[in-house]
């Protein structure tokens, strides 16, 4: 089984022991005996955990296949930070426009401000929605609530 082989070389090429890899994701050291002996195999959760510990991918943990863009963890983590990068001068541009006078903020109300300049007509439907769940006034004899 090439999990079995792939596991050893990772733990053996970092001078690792089983009960650190045990450690490290939380496992028994027999669980991580009994994976490289090829007894058993770890759950999926356990298993990506395994390839994220060790900075490789799955499919070569359990496959011994390299992606076809030979991507890392460290690939993915660089790109996401760069998209949030990215993501935060956007909402500074976005902002700049704003404090530029073009505006945005004063073409948008906010929940609150609705709320508080139309109170009493928001008094009014509920009323009126109740009354009309409730048969009208006429069903009230004469009581108000």
Same mark, same amino acid.
């Given at each position: %089984?090439?999990?079995?082989? *792939?596991?050893?070389?990772? @733990?053996? &090429?970092?001078?690792?022991? !089983?009960? =650190?890899?045990? !450690?490290?994701?939380?496992?028994?050291? +027999?669980?991580?005996? @009994?994976?490289?002996?090829?007894?058993?195999?770890? =759950?999926?959760?356990?298993?990506? +955990?395994?390839?994220?510990?060790?900075?490789?991918?799955? =499919?070569? /943990?359990?496959?011994?296949? *390299?992606?076809?863009?030979?991507?890392?963890? !460290?690939?993915?983590?660089?790109?996401?930070?760069? /998209? @949030?990068?990215?993501?935060?001068?956007?909402?500074? &541009?976005? &902002?700049?426009? =704003?404090?530029?006078?073009?505006?945005?903020?004063?073409?948008?109300?906010?929940?609150?401000?609705?709320?508080?300049?139309?109170?009493?007509?928001?008094?009014?439907?509920?009323?009126?929605?109740? %009354?009309?769940?409730?048969?009208?006034?006429?069903?009230?004899?004469?009581?108000?609530?």
């Amino acid at each position: %089984m090439e999990f079995a082989k *792939q596991l050893k070389k990772l @733990r053996t &090429d970092k001078g690792l022991s !089983q009960e =650190d890899i045990a !450690q490290k994701i939380h496992v028994t050291r +027999q669980a991580v005996s @009994r994976w490289e002996a090829g007894s058993s195999v770890p =759950d999926l959760e356990t298993a990506v +955990q395994l390839a994220a510990f060790f900075d490789v991918s799955l =499919d070569w /943990l359990v496959l011994d296949k *390299q992606p076809a863009d030979n991507v890392t963890n !460290q690939d993915i983590l660089n790109a996401v930070n760069e /998209l @949030r990068d990215d993501i935060d001068d956007l909402s500074d &541009d976005i &902002d700049d426009l =704003d404090d530029g006078g073009v505006g945005f903020s004063d073409n948008r109300k906010s929940v609150g401000s609705f709320l508080e300049d139309n109170w009493f007509l928001i008094i009014v439907m509920c009323v009126l929605i109740y %009354m009309g769940f409730h048969g009208g006034i006429s069903s009230w004899n004469g009581k108000f609530f």
